[in-house]
């Protein structure tokens, strides 16, 4: 995830550089980027508690 300015408002974009969401405020876009971030991470968690669960 990362932020970049975005005209006069703030954007974050994933990995791929896609546009994930547009916020008026920094402090706003790094916020969805610290929630996202924390999401990815327990999603990739999760993943890998299955793979070890099925033995891969």
Request: charge should be positive; hydrophobic fraction near 35%.
């Given at each position: 995830m990362e932020v970049k300015k975005y005209r006069s408002y703030w954007a974050v974009y994933d990995k791929d550089e896609n546009l994930v969401c547009v916020t008026v405020y920094k402090k706003g876009a790094m916020e969805?980027?610290?929630?996202?971030d924390i999401l990815l991470n327990q999603l990739?968690?999760?993943?890998?508690?299955e793979s070890v669960l099925q033995g891969q």
């Amino acid at each position: 995830m990362e932020v970049k300015k975005y005209r006069s408002y703030w954007a974050v974009y994933d990995k791929d550089e896609n546009l994930v969401c547009v916020t008026v405020y920094k402090k706003g876009a790094m916020e969805v980027k610290r929630r996202m971030d924390i999401l990815l991470n327990q999603l990739n968690k999760g993943k890998q508690n299955e793979s070890v669960l099925q033995g891969q």
